[in-house]
């Protein structure tokens, strides 16, 4: 073999072995590989199935999970499960949500956003028959109250198995059609904007429970909650603002109802955001200021 020919055949060698290292790199670190990785946890646990599909990125906290914590009274029923990019705190004896946490990145809307997010269309509403006491999509039925999300399907559209999950009756309360799709829409609406210009948010979503709530379900033993709260931080601008409504059409525009995460621990007795500094949460809690956050004008 000619000497130029051998010198060609390196060359070629070389070439082959770096796509393949480099390949091999793709496939390890992934195009966000910040955030993501093709595979699921040794450790995932049957509860975190939910009995539905893994297909998908597993989501990885981009910051300090504990941020998600949320502490309840001792008294409240509660059993906590881990989700893929939800963590619901689940009560048995009302068959609802105490409460659902999530992380929504600035990544993870962007892709949600994106001609390739997934349907809403695709999915329905599933029991998770790991959590005692979820009820049924058909628990629902002609009971005059919509299925609400707590964690919406707007912000899981970035992942088929986030989507799954969200669908599961674990993160649904009933709520008026009128509240559902009126100010408390226009309030996820603007979460979701929100997150596109901030690094990431902590979000905080759940009913209210009160004396004398209303039941609905074949046996009637599935509370309707008077009210919802949201609570909402945003830990790279060190601020926060919570909103409280009714479960019902609210008259005036969603902005009305904004208010401090101290005043939503008070109607709850949850302790929200627990793992910061107790001097940083006690200022960050106390404040409310919806000038402090970018403007939204929904769509009426």
Same mark, same amino acid.
């Given at each position: 073999?000619?000497?130029?020919?051998?010198?060609?055949?390196?060359?070629?060698?070389?070439?082959?072995?770096?796509?393949?290292?480099?390949?091999?790199?793709?496939?390890?670190?992934?195009?966000?590989?910040?955030?993501?990785?093709?595979?699921?946890?040794?450790?995932?646990?049957?509860?975190?199935?939910?009995?539905?599909?893994?297909?998908?990125?597993?989501?990885?906290?981009?910051?300090?999970?504990?941020?998600?914590?949320?502490?309840?009274?001792?008294?409240?029923?509660?059993?906590?499960?881990?989700?893929?990019?939800?963590?619901?705190?689940?009560?048995?004896?009302?068959?609802?949500?105490?409460?659902?946490?999530?992380?929504?990145?600035?990544?993870?809307?962007?892709?949600?956003?994106?001609?390739?997010?997934?349907?809403?269309?695709?999915?329905?509403?599933?029991?998770?028959?790991?959590?005692?006491?979820?009820?049924?999509?058909?628990?629902?039925?002609?009971?005059?109250?919509?299925?609400?999300?707590?964690?919406?399907?707007?912000?899981?559209?970035?992942?088929?198995?986030?989507?799954?999950?969200? %669908?599961? $009756?674990? !993160?649904?309360?009933?709520?008026?059609?009128?509240? @559902?799709?009126?100010?408390?829409?226009?309030?996820? /609406? *603007?979460?979701?904007?929100?997150?596109?210009?901030?690094?990431?948010?902590?979000?905080?979503?759940?009913?209210?429970?009160?004396?004398?709530?209303?039941?609905?379900?074949?046996?009637?033993?599935?509370?309707?909650?008077?009210?919802?709260?949201?609570?909402?931080?945003?830990?790279?601008?060190?601020?926060?603002?919570? %909103?409280? $409504?009714? !479960?019902?059409?609210?008259?005036?525009?969603?902005? @009305?109802?904004?208010?401090?995460?101290?005043?939503? /621990? *008070?109607?709850?007795?949850?302790?929200?955001?627990?793992?910061?500094?107790?001097?940083?949460?006690?200022?960050?809690?106390?404040?409310?200021?919806?000038?402090?956050?970018?403007?939204?004008?929904?769509?009426?």
């Amino acid at each position: 073999m000619k000497k130029k020919q051998k010198r060609n055949l390196y060359y070629l060698v070389a070439l082959l072995l770096l796509a393949v290292v480099g390949y091999q790199g793709y496939q390890k670190n992934g195009f966000y590989k910040s955030a993501y990785n093709d595979e699921l946890p040794a450790e995932q646990t049957a509860n975190d199935k939910g009995g539905t599909s893994q297909e998908g990125k597993e989501y990885k906290s981009t910051g300090d999970a504990s941020l998600l914590d949320v502490k309840l009274p001792e008294r409240l029923d509660n059993q906590t499960v881990h989700y893929k990019a939800i963590t619901v705190y689940f009560n048995k004896y009302y068959r609802v949500p105490n409460c659902v946490a999530y992380e929504l990145t600035n990544t993870m809307t962007s892709m949600a956003d994106s001609r390739d997010a997934e349907n809403r269309a695709d999915y329905k509403f599933e029991r998770d028959h790991n959590v005692k006491g979820c009820p049924d999509w058909w628990d629902y039925k002609e009971s005059g109250y919509t299925r609400g999300h707590m964690a919406p399907a707007m912000d899981m559209r970035w992942d088929k198995t986030a989507m799954e999950q969200c %669908f599961l $009756m674990t !993160n649904i309360c009933p709520q008026l059609d009128e509240m @559902n799709d009126g100010e408390w829409r226009h309030v996820e /609406e *603007a979460v979701h904007k929100w997150s596109r210009t901030a690094k990431r948010l902590i979000v905080f979503t759940g009913p209210i429970f009160t004396n004398n709530m209303e039941r609905i379900g074949k046996h009637d033993d599935i509370a309707v909650p008077k009210s919802f709260f949201k609570v909402v931080y945003s830990p790279e601008q060190n601020r926060a603002i919570a %909103f409280v $409504m009714e !479960n019902k059409k609210m008259p005036n525009s969603w902005t @009305n109802y904004a208010t401090t995460i101290d005043k939503v /621990e *008070a109607m709850t007795g949850y302790d929200f955001l627990a793992s910061l500094e107790d001097g940083v949460e006690n200022v960050i809690e106390s404040k409310e200021n919806i000038k402090d956050w970018p403007a939204y004008y929904p769509r009426r």
